[in-house]
């Protein structure tokens, strides 16, 4: 029987999730299918997910290399502005969502958007919002780095009155702009991931350099941090954990002209158990990890149950060759045991 | 005779250069020479410059290194707040100037100032203004990394107003906050690098991450590099050029927790040259380069003249183990002659 230092979590999701491809894809998709239920899984391959062919078999791939039945992959595509009803219609039952990039803003974003006039848009996102498929959106712009989110709110808010039935998702926000954003329209919503919880630009770049900890959009301001932190703690209905776990080889990350993305997946239950904790918060953490994106997304995973204890786990260096956050330190909550069904 | 593509600078300064200790002092320091009449050597050493004896003894390594009489090098003590009246006075013919790093700052900067109480100060400031020694400051606080140095900008106010007479250099700075200082108190000077004067925080972080262009201060924001470009174009009186010049081997740089500091000693004339050339204020070159320095400082280096022209060169990847900023890169300007005496 778990004990008072145990927190239990069901059916986790990670609403924001890069799995690769390749062997990649073998060596990290069981870190997220250990402890989740399922995630919204990237399409930003290269050549990036547009078909429903590429949708089907990129789910296979997943399948392949999970291996089991209690994770589920919700694919998306990589929207592009010349999708139309009757090609959306017809592979509506294999998405649960369409990804949306800014053109050349992250990795293998360089076939995304490049202008956001409403008219351009709007064949694609009216189908969207006929068939009842979310728009998940990288918000930034091509301006300075610590302003790119900022200035991308007026085009999210724009999008949402523009199409006012159509779920728009802020992805991975970074901002306290982007927080307020959610309060002005109704449907737009947002994940966080566990990363722009904890750290600001001083951690990447304020002592030493620490690419492990570069990503995009890079780590804001305290003040940022702290709006994200308070939607997060006090479950803010309009706001989904995704991890936006994005591993790079070792290599990559480590040598000159360092990719961006943190790798989270295998830690990012246990440190979410400690920092909800730590801040008294932990009855919230449901909604933050399951509920809220099972009632935005209209899904519902898999039965499975996460026992968290406080008990220090030493977070390996590597998985399958990519350097997890926390790598050789300690962190304060362990993984007892996942239940499924 | 020299065409109309090239440009003859007299005697260049650097106000503010790290030329290390042992190998890296033996590798770097004639690159400084051979294009400099003299540069304000940091005392940053581990353990850093803070007696007579350590002056004396690194000048002379310094000079060992160099082997020509062509560049003087202005020798600094590390500050210390004990520092009195006749141990100044004891070394006042050895030292240009005094450094002071808030603790823990940057590199080496373990054994500096933690607090700027003016009282506690008093002793060894008022002994600085009364024998004539320029401060020099690495002003930035132990804040968030984009606003410790506009945080520190009080810190040399108080300091300005409480020793008039002193005058007190802002080292290396990057914001429109220190420039903008420099007009509200007589002794309030500065030294500006050529990296700062050419990147900002996205040229650090803006894409992929790039550890050869990480400093501390760290690049900001495009209006702060704007007000740095403008002060040093117009040949604002009180600006200095300060490299800021900071070799590390190139497996410090290119590591994980990679050290902060950009190499430019062997460019930084050519690359001043395109700079000013390309905004048409080649004639104020002059005045950023050396007049103003052996203004303020009351210095006359060894006359030596540099002549650079338009003519493409190939910076390369490595001088002695250290990586130079456009390492690999062409740039327009060469050096075409230097003439001592």
Redesign the interface.
């Known amino acids: 029987m778990p004990s008072a230092s145990t927190i239990t979590l069901n059916s986790p999701l990670d609403m924001h999730l890069h799995l690769r491809d390749g062997d990649m894809l073998q060596n990290i998709a069981k870190e997220s299918a250990k402890t989740f239920s399922g995630g919204i899984i990237m399409p930003n391959l290269v050549p990036p997910v547009c078909t429903k062919e590429e949708v089907v078999a990129y789910r296979a791939r997943i399948r392949d290399a999970i291996g089991d039945e209690t994770f589920i992959p919700y694919m998306t595509l990589f929207f592009k502005p010349e999708y139309d009803h009757a090609f959306l219609e017809s592979l509506r039952e294999e998405i649960t969502a369409i990804k949306l990039y800014p053109a050349g803003i992250t990795t293998n974003s360089e076939g995304g958007v490049s202008g956001f006039d409403i008219e351009t848009l709007r064949p694609a996102l009216e189908a969207m919002s006929d068939l009842a498929i979310p728009l998940c959106i990288h918000g930034e712009t091509n301006g ?3 302003d790119r989110e900022a200035e991308f709110v007026p085009i999210y808010e724009k999008l949402a009155q523009a199409f006012p039935k159509l779920k728009i998702i802020m992805e991975h926000i970074t901002t306290k702009a982007s927080v307020d954003a959610l309060e002005r329209f109704e449907n737009l919503y947002a994940t966080i991931t566990l990363h722009h919880l904890l750290i ?3 951690d ?3 002592g ?5 900890l ?1 990503c995009k959009p ?1 780590a804001k ?2 003040e940022d941090r702290e709006a994200l932190l308070q939607a997060a703690l006090s479950a803010h209905p309009k706001v989904m954990f995704g991890s936006d776990s994005a591993p790079h080889p070792r290599e990559a ?8 993305g943190v790798f989270t997946a295998p830690i990012a239950l246990q440190v979410l158990a400690e920092l909800f904790a730590k801040h008294g918060a932990i009855e919230n953490l449901p909604d933050f990890i399951s509920n809220n994106a099972q009632r935005i997304y209209g899904i519902t995973p898999p039965a499975k149950k996460i026992i968290l204890e406080e008990k220090p786990f030493t977070v390996p260096t590597s998985y399958g060759g990519v350097v997890p956050m926390y790598a050789g330190e300690t962190i304060d909550y362990s993984i007892r045991e996942v239940m499924d069904g």
Chains 1, 2 share one sequence.
Not at 208 to 212: A, I, K, N, S, T
């Open positions: 300075f780095v610590m600001t630009l001083d990447v770049a304020g030493m350099l620490q690419p492990h570069f890079i301001r305290p990350k480590e040598a000159c002209g360092c990719a961006a």
